[in-house]
C-alpha cells in the first residue's frame, strides 16, 4: 500500500476503487458478529468459500464472499444478504450453503424457505421487516456491509472523508464548536456533554502547555451490552477516524484504545486497522500533508468492570491497579500522567465523523433537544426480536420493545424493563405512578398511558440511567428481587475496594437480598435497604458505587409488592427464587421414562419405569437438572 | 502482523523498559505460557524497574491473570444478566458438580479449567458456554457434556 | 527596605453555620480541625498523601440550593460555600459505614468506640471472622511506599477479597524493620500481623532492597 499524501489523493485511490466494484457483481455477505458466531457462522462463511471454489459458478463476474460485522438480527442468526439480488436469509446453517449457492447465485432464485417469515409473510429483503423498518442506521450503517478487515472497504464506504474534510477545510476550533453544537452526549452511559468536556481539556492545555490524550473506553463491562463490540468488530475505522479527528481538534498527538480483554476479535480487528491505516498514512506523521501527527496504540483491559470508570482506565494504562480516584481533578484537567485527558466511549467516537460530514445542524434534527442523534441498544432478554438496534433518541420504550422487539414471546407478560446494566434500574411496562412529564409519548394503543421516552433526561427520571445501550426485557417469569440480587453479586465481584461504602456497602446490601430471596427478613427491612442505598448513593468514590444502589432502588420502588410477597408471604410470584419454590412432577405426563431420577444430583427423586416418577420435596435443592432432561416436559414449578 | 513471540525475553523486548507497560507485559506471559510464575514475575520486574509488591498487586487486582498453571481447557460458563435469566447458575453448579471445582479452579490433572465470564455478546442464545474458543449456544447440562467427551 | 510579603487571598465559607476562613491549598478537614470543629476520619494521616478510602469525614457541601457529599480530606472549599459535617445525608452515609464497619472488624476496640460515639452500638450484618481488624484504610501501604520507601506491603485482589498482604504471602526481604507501618495502623491490626510482612531479621546487615 502507498502512503497517501493528501487529500486530493485520497479522493485519487478512492474513486480508483470505486471505478473498479462491479455493480453487478453477486456479493454474499456473511454475519460474523458475536450472536451468528455462536450459531456457527464461520463455518458458514467457510462453506460459501469452498463451495464457490468448487461450483465454479458460470457468471461474467465471480461472486464475492465477505465476512461482515453483525447484522443485528441476532435472534434469527446466522444473517446472509446477497446483493444485487437484495435478498436476506435468515437461520442460515453450513448445510443450507449448498443450496443458496445453487439456487441464489447461479440461477438468480430465491430460497423462500430461508427467507424471515412472520404473521404469515415472508420477506424478501432487510428493508421491509418490521424488526429494520423503525430503525435508523447512522453509526451501525457500515457494520454488516464492510469487510472490516480491508481498509479498502471502509475506504469506499466513506472512511476518512471526514478526516479528509477536518484537516484541509476546518480549524481544531471549528471542529470543537462543531460537535459542542451538535449536543452529543456521551454514549458509554454518562450521558456527559462530549463538546463541553473536549472544551475544559483545551481550556487546560491552554493553561499548562504540554501532551493531551484521547482514550477510547472498550472496556464494554455491562453484561448484556454488545454495542461497542460490534462497532470495533464491524467497523473499526470509525473509531480511529473519531480519534484523529478529536485529536486534531484537541491538540493530542496520542490516543489509546482500552479494549476489554474478553473481546480478542475486537482487539485483532482493531490491530488490523491500525496497521493498516498506517501503512497508508492515514495515521503517524504529517497525516494528509496537513502537519497533524497522531498515532494509536491498542491497551487490553485485563477483566476488571472498574475500568469501565475514567480514572480506573488511567490508573490501568498508567500500569497500576484499576482504582478509580476522586474527582476533582477530572480526567479533563489532570488525566493521564497528569495530563488533560478525554476519555469517551467507543460509540462516542464513531459519532464524530458522521458529525463532522453532515453538520452539528444535522445531528440536532435526530432525536430530542436535550438527546440529539442516535443511540444503539442491544435488545436481548424474553423478547421476541433480539439484537442491535440503532433508533433516533426519543423512540418510545413500547415502540422499542414492541414494534422493533416484537414484544415478549408466547404466554408471559411484558414486566420490565432493565437499562443501563448493573449501574441502572428495573423500569415497569405499566405504572400506578406517573413517570415523568419530561418526555412523554401520548401511548397508541392505552388512552391516557403515557410512555417513557428513552432519552438520557427522561431514563434519569425514573431512577435508572440510559446506561451503555443493554436493554433487557423481563416478563413475568423473571424475578425483580432475584435480579436485583444478581446485580449486587456482579458488583461486590467488580467493586475495586477501596472505598467502605461500596467495599462494605455492596456485601451489607446483599445480605439483605440474600434474606428476601430466602422469603426472610421483615417490612422495615426494606426501609432500612433503601436508606443503606442511599448511604452508598452519597458515600461512594466512584460511579460504579453510587450507581449500584439504582438496581435495588428501583425495584423497590416500582415492584414493592413483589419484595412484601416474598418476605411477609414466603412466595415468589414469578417462580425463581429457590427456596420459595417446588418442583413436582405431574403425574399425568409424566412417562415414566426415568431420566430425571438418573440424573438428580440429590438421588431425591424416586419411582418406576413406566410409572409416574415423584420429588421428594424436603430432600430437593431446586437445581433444575429434572426439568432440564425431561423429554415430556412434566416437571411443574410452584 | 507480528511474529508470535517465542520466550520470555522476546516477550520483554517487545516493549520499552517501563512500568506503564506492566500489564500488557502480564498479559502476553498469561496468553504464552497459560500463567504467571514466580520467575517470570520477577523478570518482568527487573526490566521495567518496579517492586515486587506493586506486581504482585497488579496481577491480584485483575481476573485476567492466574498465578497458577490454568488448564489445558476452559470452560467458562457466561453469566450475564440475559444468561442468568435463562438459568445459567444452575448450568454452573451441574458443572461444578461434574469436574469437583469451584469457578476459578482447576481439575487435578491441569485438564480443565472452569470458570465464569459476564457477557460473551452472544445474547440471543443464552445460557452461552464457551469451550476454549467454541460457543455453545442455548447450552444445557446434556450438551455441554456431550461438548465436553469430545475434548 | 524589606518588600511587603503579600498576603494569601484567604477563601471565605461556612461550616455548620460558622465563617472561617482558609489559604487556597487547605482542605475543608484541614480548615476543620484548625477550627476546633471536628469530623471524624479513620484512613487519613498527616504523613501521607489523602487517599479518601473511608468516606467517614464526607461532608456536605451546598451551594446554590444544590449539595453534594464530598470527602473533606481531599476537598478544597468554594468561595461562600456552606458546609455541614453533621447533614442527614451526612450522618446517613456516617453510621452505615460504621454499622458496616463493626461486622466487619469486629475485634478492634478502636472502631467500636468510633462507632459508639455516634451511636452505633451494635451491627446487624454478619461476621466472617471474628478476628479481623484490619480495615484495609491503606495507611500502612502508603506509609512503606511515600515516607520509608521500601514498599515491602500491599493490598492484593480487589473487593472483599482485598487483603493487606506481601507477595506470595510471605515475608518480604525488602521490610526493613522500621515499625513505621504498625504506628501508623488505626486499629492495631498490623501489630497482630508483623511477623508475616518482616520475617527474620537477624540476619540483616541494614541495607534494604529498595528499589
Known amino acids: ?381 424474553k423478547v421476541k426480536n433480539s439484537g442491535l438496534v440503532e433508533v433516533p433518541m426519543g423512540i418510545s420504550l413500547t415502540r422499542l420493545v414492541e414494534e422493533i422487539g416484537g414484544g415478549v414471546p408466547g404466554q408471559p407478560r411484558f414486566k420490565a424493563v432493565q437499562t443501563g446494566g448493573p449501574s441502572g434500574g428495573i423500569i415497569p411496562y405499566e405504572s400506578k405512578e406517573p413517570f415523568t412529564d419530561y418526555h412523554y409519548h401520548p401511548s397508541d394503543s392505552i388512552p391516557g398511558r403515557k410512555e417513557i421516552s428513552v432519552d438520557f433526561d427522561s431514563m434519569a427520571q425514573t431512577g435508572s440511567i440510559m446506561g451503555g445501550g443493554g436493554m433487557i426485557v423481563m416478563d413475568d417469569h423473571d424475578c425483580v428481587v432475584d435480579v436485583a440480587r444478581y446485580f449486587l453479586n456482579f458488583l461486590q465481584e467488580e467493586s475495586c475496594g477501596k472505598c467502605l461504602p461500596c467495599r462494605l456497602g455492596l456485601k451489607g446490601m446483599l445480605e439483605f437480598l440474600d434474606c428476601f430471596t430466602r422469603g426472610q427478613g421483615a417490612p422495615e427491612d426494606i426501609d432500612a435497604l433503601e436508606s443503606l442505598g442511599r448511604a452508598l448513593v452519597d458515600g461512594s468514590l466512584c460511579g460504579l458505587g453510587r450507581a449500584a444502589p439504582n438496581p435495588v432502588l428501583t425495584s423497590i420502588r416500582y415492584f414493592r409488592d413483589e419484595y412484601l410477597a416474598h418476605i411477609v408471604e414466603h412466595k415468589c410470584p414469578a417462580g425463581v427464587c429457590r427456596d420459595l419454590i417446588t418442583y413436582s412432577i405431574d403425574p399425568e405426563i409424566c412417562n415414566g421414562c426415568g431420566l430425571c431420577a438418573e440424573d438428580c444430583p440429590g438421588a431425591c427423586i424416586s419411582g418406576k419405569k413406566k410409572k409416574a416418577y415423584a420429588i421428594n420435596a424436603a430432600a430437593c435443592i431446586r437445581c433444575g437438572t429434572c426439568q432440564a432432561v425431561c423429554p415430556v416436559d412434566a416437571v411443574r414449578v410452584a | 502482523m507480528k511474529k508470535a513471540p517465542k520466550t520470555i525475553d522476546d516477550i520483554l523486548a517487545s516493549y520499552p523498559p517501563h512500568p506503564q507497560n506492566l500489564i500488557s507485559l502480564l498479559q502476553d506471559v498469561q496468553t504464552k505460557f497459560n500463567y504467571i510464575s514466580t520467575e517470570h514475575l520477577a523478570l518482568i520486574c527487573d526490566y521495567v ?89 442455548r447450552a444445557s447440562i446434556s450438551s455441554l457434556k456431550k461438548q465436553l467427551k469430545r475434548r | 527596605m524589606t518588600p511587603k510579603k503579600k498576603k494569601p487571598k484567604m477563601i471565605k465559607f461556612t461550616i455548620n453555620g460558622r465563617q472561617v476562613q482558609a489559604k487556597p491549598e487547605w482542605t475543608i478537614l484541614e480548615t476543620a480541625r484548625l477550627n476546633h470543629i471536628h469530623i471524624p476520619t479513620l484512613c487519613f494521616h498527616p504523613a501521607i498523601t489523602p487517599w479518601g478510602s473511608c468516606r467517614l469525614c464526607v461532608v456536605e457541601m451546598r451551594s446554590e440550593k444544590q449539595g453534594k457529599i464530598i470527602p473533606s480530606c481531599l476537598s478544597l472549599p468554594e468561595p461562600e460555600v456552606e458546609v455541614f459535617t453533621e447533614s442527614e445525608r451526612v450522618q446517613n452515609v456516617r453510621r452505615w459505614v460504621l454499622e458496616m464497619l463493626l461486622a466487619e472488624c469486629p475485634a478492634s476496640r478502636e472502631i467500636k468506640d468510633l462507632a459508639a460515639r455516634y451511636g452505633v452500638t451494635s451491627t446487624r450484618f454478619g461476621i466472617t471472622d471474628p478476628k479481623e481488624d484490619c480495615l484495609r484504610c491503606g495507611r500502612c501501604v502508603a506509609v512503606c511506599h511515600e515516607v520509608v520507601g521500601v514498599q515491602a506491603l500491599t493490598f492484593g485482589s480487589r473487593g472483599v477479597k482485598k487483603q493487606l498482604e506481601t507477595p506470595y504471602r510471605i515475608p518480604n526481604s525488602a521490610c526493613i524493620g522500621c515499625g513505621c507501618c504498625v504506628s501508623v495502623c488505626p486499629t492495631g491490626a498490623l501489630q497482630n500481623r508483623l511477623d508475616t510482612v518482616r520475617g527474620d531479621l537477624s540476619r540483616r546487615t541494614g541495607h534494604g532492597f529498595a528499589h
Request: proline letters at 6%; aromatic letters at 8%.
Open chain 2, 49 to 137: 524497574g518496579i517492586p515486587v509488591t506493586r506486581a504482585w498487586s497488579v496481577a491480584t487486582f485483575y481476573k485476567s491473570f492466574s498465578l497458577e498453571p490454568r488448564g489445558e481447557h476452559e470452560i467458562k460458563v457466561c453469566l450475564g444478566t440475559t444468561c442468568h435469566l435463562k438459568g445459567a447458575n444452575r448450568l454452573l453448579e451441574a458443572c461444578e458438580r461434574a469436574l469437583g471445582v469451584a469457578p476459578g479452579g482447576t481439575t487435578p490433572d491441569l485438564y480443565l479449567t472452569l470458570d465464569t465470564v459476564k457477557c460473551v455478546g452472544a445474547c440471543a442464545e443464552a445460557p452461552v458456554v464457551m469451550v476454549d474458543q467454541d460457543y455453545l449456544g
Open chain 1, 1 to 381: 500500500m502507498k502512503k497517501i499524501k493528501n487529500a486530493a489523493e485520497l479522493q485519487v485511490l478512492r474513486q480508483r476503487l470505486l471505478a473498479a466494484q462491479d455493480p453487478e457483481q453477486p456479493v454474499v455477505r456473511v454475519c460474523l458478529g458475536p450472536g451468528c458466531l455462536a450459531l456457527g457462522a464461520e463455518k458458514v462463511g467457510q462453506a460459501f468459500k469452498s463451495a464457490i471454489r468448487s461450483k465454479k459458478i458460470k457468471a461474467k463476474v465471480q461472486p464475492l464472499i465477505k465476512e461482515t460485522g453483525c447484522h443485528g438480527f441476532c435472534s434469527q442468526g446466522t444473517l446472509v444478504s446477497l446483493s444485487p439480488a437484495n435478498l436476506f436469509y435468515v437461520r442460515v446453517r453450513p448445510d443450507d450453503v449448498a443450496e443458496i449457492v445453487e439456487t441464489s447465485l447461479a440461477q438468480g432464485k430465491t430460497v423462500e424457505r430461508l427467507l424471515y417469515q412472520d404473521n404469515g409473510t415472508s420477506y424478501r429483503s432487510a428493508e421491509e421487516i418490521p424488526f429494520y423498518r423503525a430503525q435508523q442506521k447512522i453509526i451501525l450503517k457500515k457494520v454488516g456491509v464492510i469487510d472490516p478487515r480491508d481498509i479498502n472497504d471502509a475506504l469506499l464506504a466513506g472512511a476518512y472523508q471526514s478526516l479528509s474534510k477536518t484537516l484541509t477545510e476546518l480549524s481544531p476550533d471549528e471542529v470543537l464548536r462543531t460537535v459542542e453544537v451538535s449536543g452529543l452526549r456521551g454514549r458509554g452511559g454518562g450521558g456527559f456533554p462530549t463538546g463541553y468536556k473536549w472544551r475544559r481539556a483545551v481550556d487546560n492545555a491552554r493553561k499548562n502547555p504540554g501532551p493531551v490524550y484521547v482514550i477510547a473506553n472498550g472496556e464494554e463491562g455491562d453484561p448484556g451490552a454488545f454495542m461497542d463490540r460490534a462497532i470495533m468488530e464491524g467497523d473499526p475505522h470509525a473509531v480511529l477516524e473519531g480519534m484523529i479527528i478529536g485529536g486534531y481538534a484537541l491538540g493530542a498527538n496520542q490516543g489509546f484504545l482500552y479494549v476489554r480483554h474478553e473481546y480478542p476479535i475486537a482487539i485483532h480487528h482493531l490491530s488490523i486497522a491500525l496497521q493498516q491505516a498506517r501503512a497508508l498514512g492515514l495515521l503517524g506523521k504529517n497525516i494528509l500533508g496537513s502537519g497533524f501527527n497522531f498515532d494509536l496504540q491498542i491497551n487490553r483491559g485485563a477483566g476488571a468492570y472498574v475500568c469501565g470508570e475514567e480514572t480506573a482506565i488511567i490508573a490501568s494504562l498508567e500500569g497500576r491497579v484499576g482504582e478509580p480516584r476522586t474527582r476533582p481533578p477530572f480526567p479533563a484537567q489532570e488525566g493521564l500522567w497528569g495530563r488533560p485527558t478525554i476519555i469517551n466511549n467507543v460509540e462516542t467516537w464513531a459519532n464524530i465523523a458522521h458529525i463532522i460530514e453532515r453538520g452539528a445542524e444535522w445531528y440536532t434534527q435526530l432525536g430530542v433537544p436535550q438527546s440529539t442523534g442516535t443511540k444503539i441498544f442491544s435488545l436481548v432478554g
